[in-house]
T-cell receptor, first 115, second 112 residues
């Protein structure tokens, strides 16, 4: 596709449920990032993939959060036993490489609301 | 730990007036510095970035930013603001080149 695609654009779930958020990066981009943006805050780094492997998952807040990228393209962010505090916009970005001199392109995000 | 501070939560300017958005960072070495813009319903768009070299960086949409090491600042400027510039602006700093540390953002309102 022309840009980074995230689905769904909105997700409402009940507390305690499991959710999956999908990111389809720009074709050919080997680097993929997940960020979380809470209301009134800047994006907060969660995890970075280079190819299929998670090169840095230090931003994942706890073990309820997990992300995969099995074929080095599409990535799924998985949240177990959701809590109201997980409500936020989850942003995905991709870039040609993992170096700072390559621009990261962001998707429009998935707005997750836990009720 | 590296951090980014955007002192102004909201800024209002008149259309045609000049604009300066402030950004201060805390980091031991020379960081990678970025400015992003986020419009309602849109993803983050990169305006400009600084890695090294000339401390005055030109970006898209007529924006520029100046890196001042002595002040640990990377302020964003535009000489004449257009109504379409109303948006949320984020300053970000990176060290390893991938994990960006964002400020809380500055919301820009443009009045007629």
């Amino acid at each position: 596709g022309a840009g980074v695609s995230q689905t769904p654009s909105n997700k409402v779930t009940e507390k305690g449920k499991y959710v999956e958020l999908r990111c389809d990066p720009i074709s050919g981009h080997t680097a993929l990032y997940w960020y979380r943006q809470s209301l009134g805050q800047g994006p907060e780094f969660l995890i970075y993939f280079q190819g299929t492997g998670a090169a840095d998952d230090s931003g994942l807040p706890n073990d309820r959060f997990f992300a995969v990228r099995p074929e080095g393209s599409v990535s799924t962010l998985k949240i177990q036993r959701t809590e109201r505090g997980d409500s936020a916009v989850y942003l995905c970005a991709s870039s040609l490489g993992g170096q700072g001199n390559t621009e990261a392109f962001f998707g429009q995000g998935t707005r997750l609301t836990v009720v | 730990a590296q951090s980014v501070t955007q002192p102004d939560i909201h800024i209002t300017v008149s259309e045609g007036a000049s604009l300066e958005l402030r950004c201060n960072y805390s980091y031991g070495a020379t960081p990678y510095l970025f400015w992003y813009v986020q419009s309602p319903g849109q993803g983050l768009q990169l305006l400009l970035k600084y890695f090294s070299g000339d401390t005055l960086v030109q970006g898209i949409k007529g924006f520029e930013a100046e890196f001042k090491r002595s002040q640990s600042s990377f302020n964003l400027r535009k000489p004449s603001v257009h109504w379409s510039d109303a948006a949320e602006y984020f300053c970000a700093v990176g060290d390893s080149g991938y994990a960006l540390n964002f400020g809380k953002g500055t919301s820009l309102l443009v009045t007629p």
